[in-house]
């Protein structure tokens, strides 16, 4: 899976009327990169300049049911956008995971009101009434993005030469996140990477040295990544001790990219190991092209699972192998329209493919559950080659290939 999160986009009034008409360039430009390699963006949410994606393979898509995306804005007294924090929650393989892109307070001074925001913003991600655990009770949280938290005490030239130095240990004591993190309980349950590299901010755009204008403000590690697994209650005298995890996360690298310049911050990756015991290993839906070939449609078997709830709103979508999103379909069908026969368990339905010519590009058929909001079945990829499918029979009539 890649999990991105972009602060300080153009938010401008047309580039956001733009954006709402189309594919933000941001959006566009991450699904060329990451659809060849097969991974599809499975959801994503903006408020004003911050933006979040989440991309998985898609062999993962029946098993990755987006629960919500939400935005809460923390600026101007928590009416405006411009800070704030975006959420998506999700369940994965059955765990919950909630994914949190965020833009705290700039300045020294506003520590205090950074560690407000970030106790509000999680505050906000409960949902209610839709069975959704609390936040805290999630199997992971993921928080990153530009949190804005600066070194204390040190001066400027202090902080240039133990970076020029790699003393980067010399920093850490007085990284205001790191303070935090000791004296708040909740925070401290937060983990994060060693800050082996160099602070991310500030630098003058398209080069890599610290600020030099007449602000030059002191270089700190702005941009960061976090992550919290559910807390296990210890196993007391009269508690049964719990059975070991079986969701577990593991980082294996956390590092800037210094050769980027766009910005006066330098983006910052977190690579990491998840290894779980799924609680869902059956999708939904299982989708098989029944292999009846006409010029003009395909015949399509899918099955049910028992605990399965269709909705008349439900569609099949056909996809070449490498689509981007879920509305990246070739054609689709609503489920209910083009129905042959059903039973408690099987389902047939046609889809119309005469739009279709000759290739040789691999296809997938995709059900979308509109209760779910999700990809609840995915097939195996098949080719199309509906030229081919007619053979003639002696009277000179075609037949369709089976």
């Given at each position: 899976?890649?999990?991105?999160?972009?602060?300080?986009?153009?938010?401008?009034?047309?580039?956001?009327?733009?954006?709402?008409?189309?594919?933000?360039?941001?959006?566009?430009?991450?699904?060329?990169?990451?659809?060849?390699?097969?991974?599809?963006?499975?959801?994503?949410?903006?408020?004003?300049?911050?933006?979040?994606?989440?991309?998985?393979?898609?062999?993962?898509?029946?098993?990755?049911?987006?629960?919500?995306?939400?935005?809460?804005?923390?600026?101007?007294?928590?009416?405006?956008?411009?800070?704030?924090?975006?959420?998506?929650?999700?369940?994965?393989?059955?765990?919950?995971?909630?994914?949190?892109?965020?833009?705290?307070?700039?300045?020294?001074?506003?520590?205090?009101?950074?560690?407000?925001?970030?106790?509000?913003?999680?505050?906000?991600?409960?949902?209610?009434?839709?069975?959704?655990?609390?936040?805290?009770?999630?199997?992971?949280?993921?928080?990153?993005?530009?949190?804005?938290?600066r070194i204390e005490d040190l001066g400027l030239h202090c902080v240039r030469e133990a970076i020029k130095n790699r003393c980067y240990c010399d920093l850490w004591q007085k990284d205001q996140l790191i303070i935090a993190k000791r004296r708040?309980?909740?925070?401290?349950?937060?983990?994060?990477?060693?800050?082996?590299?160099?602070?991310?901010?500030?630098?003058?755009?398209?080069?890599?040295?610290?600020?030099?204008?007449?602000?030059?403000?002191?270089?700190?590690?702005?941009?960061?990544?976090?992550?919290?697994?559910?807390?296990?209650?210890?196993?007391?005298?009269?508690?049964?001790?719990?059975?070991?995890?079986?969701?577990?996360?593991?980082?294996?690298?956390?590092?800037?990219?210094?050769?980027?310049?766009?910005?006066?911050?330098?983006?910052?990756?977190?690579?990491?190991?998840?290894?779980?015991?799924?609680?869902?290993?059956?999708?939904?839906?299982?989708?098989?092209?029944?292999?009846?070939?006409?010029?003009?449609?395909?015949?399509?078997?899918?099955?049910?699972?028992?605990?399965?709830?269709?909705?008349?709103?439900?569609?099949?979508?056909?996809?070449?192998?490498?689509?981007?999103?879920?509305?990246?379909?070739?054609?689709?069908?609503?489920?209910?329209?083009?129905?042959?026969?059903?039973?408690?368990?099987?389902?047939?339905?046609?889809?119309?493919?005469?739009?279709?010519?000759?290739?040789?590009?691999?296809?997938?058929?995709?059900?979308?559950?509109?209760?779910?909001?999700?990809?609840?079945?995915?097939?195996?990829?098949?080719?199309?080659?509906?030229?081919?499918?007619?053979?003639?029979?002696?009277?000179?009539?075609?037949?369709?290939?089976?």
């Open positions: 899976m890649y999990v991105i999160g972009l602060q300080e986009m153009n938010c401008g009034i047309m580039s956001l009327l733009s954006d709402t008409a189309f594919e933000d360039p941001w959006s566009s430009f991450f699904m060329d990169v990451l659809s060849p390699l097969s991974f599809v963006k499975v959801s994503s949410v903006r408020m004003q300049g911050l933006l979040l994606l989440v991309f998985a393979k898609y062999q993962h898509l029946p098993f990755i049911q987006i629960l919500s995306t939400k935005s809460t804005p923390t600026g101007l007294f928590g009416y405006w956008g411009n800070k704030g924090g975006v959420n998506i929650c999700l369940k994965l393989y059955g765990y919950y995971v909630s994914i949190i892109n965020c833009h705290l307070p700039p300045h020294m001074a506003n520590n205090v009101q950074r560690l407000e925001h970030f106790d509000r913003i999680l505050e906000m991600q409960n949902i209610e009434g839709h069975g959704i655990p609390n936040i805290l009770d999630h199997d992971l949280i993921l928080w990153f993005g530009d949190m804005n938290f708040d309980p909740l925070l401290r349950e937060f983990q994060e990477g060693p800050l082996l590299f160099p602070p991310t901010y500030k630098f003058d755009k398209n080069s890599d040295n610290y600020d030099t204008s007449e602000k030059k403000r002191k270089p700190a590690w702005t941009d960061r990544i976090l992550w919290r697994l559910k807390r296990q209650p210890p196993a007391g005298s009269h508690t049964p001790r719990l059975p070991a995890s079986d969701f577990f996360l593991s980082l294996k690298s956390y590092i800037s990219h210094m050769m980027y310049t766009v910005s006066d911050h330098k983006p910052v990756t977190g690579t990491f190991d998840m290894e779980l015991k799924p609680l869902v290993c059956v999708p939904l839906i299982t989708l098989v092209p029944e292999g009846l070939w006409t010029m003009e449609d395909m015949l399509i078997n899918y099955f049910l699972t028992p605990d399965f709830i269709s909705s008349s709103w439900d569609w099949i979508g056909l996809y070449k192998v490498g689509f981007r999103h879920i509305n990246d379909y070739v054609c689709y069908v609503w489920v209910t329209d083009n129905e042959v026969s059903f039973s408690d368990e099987l389902n047939q339905v046609y889809i119309n493919i005469s739009d279709i010519r000759e290739t040789e590009d691999q296809f997938l058929l995709c059900y979308y559950s509109n209760n779910r909001r999700s990809v609840v079945g995915i097939s195996n990829p098949f080719k199309i080659q509906p030229h081919a499918f007619l053979e003639k029979d002696p009277l000179d009539e075609a037949q369709p290939q089976i």
